[in-house]
């Protein structure tokens, strides 16, 4: 059986133009939010740090908003957020992949002037990682290697990001080459829980087991052997 790693701390961007929340940017880069949280938790595991908020405000926030400082690093016992003000209209201006760039490197930025040690060295890290990865949002959640008659197999959990939805899909692979694939659910960019109800996947006899929640119906889920096409 092989478990999900679970994360300790969640980062994401919020953006913000004076009193307006603007959703369609909070939901559009959750999966590039979602890419740091996992890169950082590959680094540091830390027991009381849950939330690392990058709040992206842009002029008329703080014109709005004096008391709330530019540039600002708040370090709490629980939380970690900073203050950013940036350009909203030159932002849209460039492409997405542009703009993901740009608010990877921000948050590098921002965080690695943390005070506290660990964190530091995890942004300066996950910031490393991402880039050699081309800040790539799709993933394993989930993987196990077995083996049938001296055959080498892998069943992988995969998440799949879309423009306005993310999926899971079981991919089966013999010798690094895709002999099956399912697609097991989908949902929208801003649902969470999405990325946290599976928690672990397991080869018996004759069957892939993907467990999880239990208040998903269809879980645990049972692949059998025939189905995939190994008997």
């Known amino acids: 059986m092989t478990k ?8 994401r961007y919020w953006f913000k133009d004076g009193i307006d ?9 959750m999966p590039l939010g979602h890419l740091m949280s996992r890169l950082l938790a590959q680094e540091f595991d ?3 740090i ?3 908020n990058h709040q992206l405000n842009t002029e008329k926030t703080y014109f709005l908003f004096p008391q709330s400082e530019k540039n ?12 950013d003000c940036f350009d909203l209209q030159e932002f849209l201006a460039h492409n997405e992949n542009t703009q993901k760039k740009i608010l990877w490197e921000r948050a590098y930025k921002a965080f690695i002037a943390s005070k506290k040690k660990e964190v530091k060295e995890a942004f300066e890290k996950a910031y490393s990682a991402g880039l050699d990865a081309n800040l790539e949002y799709d993933y394993n959640i989930l993987e196990i290697e077995f ?20 999926n899971s899909t079981l991919i089966v692979y013999k010798s690094n080459s895709q002999i099956y694939s399912r697609h097991i659910d989908e949902s929208d960019l801003g649902n969470p829980f999405f990325l946290e109800m599976y928690n672990s996947i397991e080869v018996n006899s ?7 929640d239990s208040d998903i119906d269809y879980l645990p889920l049972k692949i ?8």
Not at 147 to 166: G, H, P, T, V
Not at 206 to 212: R, S
């Open 224 to 231: 059998s052997f025939r189905e995939i096409g190994l008997i």
């Open 21 to 29: 929340v603007i959703q369609n940017l909070n939901e559009k880069f």
């Open 46 to 48: 830390s027991k009381r």
């Open 206 to 212: 004759d069957q892939i087991i993907i467990k999880g």
């Open 50 to 52: 849950k939330f690392i």
């Open 72 to 83: 600002y690093l708040h370090e709490g016992v629980n939380e970690i957020w900073y203050n």
């Open 4 to 11: 999900r790693k679970k994360i300790p701390a969640r980062f």
């Open 147 to 166: 083996n049938i008659q001296n055959e080498e197999y892998l069943a992988a959990l995969r998440i799949s990001f879309e423009e306005d939805s993310k």
